[in-house]
């Protein structure tokens, strides 16, 4: 297995942030095989969806209804609202599992792999990448 961690900046804001291209480069010079992300996290996920076509604020705009930022979490550490970054991972799992053929993502036409993250009191996100060969 190969396998290393990969860091992004998600800012301030709730984000949809598409890891698409760093998993195609991650898998390019591999052959068949699974390719596994991590996030290590307990306020983030990763998501299989569409993005550019309104999905991703699609994806956080249901969120925002599910999981308001408000004072009704009892983890109250952090900003207001901050309790539900913590109650996302049931909902957005912290880990995704894809198929890789010949080096390549076995993706649909319109499907990306994505950061989801909503606590925006950690700008700085890490991602596992792990390729397990076939």
């Known amino acids: 297995m190969r396998s290393e961690e990969r860091t992004y900046r998600t800012g301030d804001t709730d984000v949809v942030l598409d890891l698409t291209d760093d998993c195609a480069d991650f898998v390019a010079r591999e052959g068949d095989g699974l390719l596994h992300l991590f996030v290590p996290h307990a306020t983030a996920g990763l998501a299989v969806l569409e993005t550019g076509a309104g999905s ?9 209804d599910l999981l308001p930022a408000d004072d009704r979490w009892r983890h109250r ?36 792999v994505c950061l989801v993250d909503l606590n925006v009191d950690n700008a700085v996100r890490t991602v596992r990448f792990s390729f397990l060969a076939g």
């Open 77 to 112: 550490h952090g900003t207001p609202g901050h309790g539900r970054s913590h109650v996302m991972p049931a909902l957005v799992p912290p880990y995704a599992s894809l198929p890789v053929v010949g080096g390549r993502l076995a993706l649909g036409t319109w499907q990306s």
């Open 56 to 64: 991703d604020d699609d994806l956080l705009a249901a969120l925002g």
